[in-house]
């Protein structure tokens, strides 16, 4: 077990003003998407990301992925079928389930979604070692397990 000292506090405190700064700039981000015309929403892409290694999806699975309510999964899934993105059937085990899957052309959005901001994240972290970045996932993994843990608390 880690002796707190003042180092150590600080430390910590940096990282809680991080992470507070990290996700405002998500949030503004998640804000501004769904407030362009004709784009998709930030919630909208993570429905399609929940496609991508070519596994048909339930609604349940999708709406978890995404961090949507399966009501607001259903209405934006319909969206994106009717654009010609996703693509809906009938599960073969258990027809009360409708399956989701990326169309050769929701494939092609996300793969420019990817080709446009992938180089940013891989320049925005290059300095840093792949031991350093895996601790980075470990302690934002215990970050959302915190956060978890307490919503379920409320």
Known sequence: MSVITSSRTDALEELARAFKAATAALRRLRGRETHRPGELSYAQYGLLFGLCDGTPRSLRELASAADVSPATAAEMLESLAASG???????????????????????ALIDERRARYEPRWRAALQDFSEEELLTAAGV???????FDEVAEES
């Open 85 to 107: 993105l996703v693509a809906r059937i009938r599960s073969a085990e258990d027809k009360r389930v409708v399956l989701t899957s990326l169309t050769d052309r929701g494939r």
């Open 140 to 146: 934002l993994e215990r970050v959302r397990a915190i």
